[in-house]
């Protein structure tokens, strides 16, 4: 059984960077997608970015390129989620989850995973 979970939520000021972990364990395959979600008080589950385990580009949300980097340590079995130039509309409960299957756009979709962490929060205000 596949388990991820998440750390480095906090309470940061706008303009501030955070950099999430989540730690996995309990693989079937070397061959998965991980991706980073989120969601606000009210809003729909969002992704937010996600990389495949061996190679391929990484997708983001366009709230959040140019500010946010998805990256991962396959020796760790660890996902990163470093976020810079945070904003107030930034502050969610941030998840990681996995699936097996074919990689592309489509990892961005949360009904494409199959494994979530518990998640970690994300707070920006001043």
């Known amino acids: 059984q596949v388990q991820l979970v998440e750390s480095g939520g906090g309470l940061v000021q706008p303009g501030g960077s955070l950099r999430l972990s989540c730690v996995a364990s309990?693989?079937?395959?070397?061959?998965?997608?991980i991706g980073w979600f989120r969601q606000a008080p009210g809003k729909e589950r969002e992704g937010v970015s996600c990389i495949r385990s061996t190679f391929g580009p990484t997708y983001s949300a366009d709230s959040v390129k140019g500010r946010f980097t998805i990256s991962r340590d396959n020796a760790k079995n660890t996902a990163y989620l470093q976020m810079n130039s945070l904003k107030p509309e930034d502050t969610a409960v941030y998840y990681c989850a996995i699936y097996y299957g074919q990689y592309g756009s489509r990892c961005l979709d949360p009904k494409a995973y199959n494994y979530w962490g518990q998640g970690t929060q994300v707070t920006v205000s001043s």
């Open positions: 309990g693989f079937t395959s070397d061959n998965y997608v």
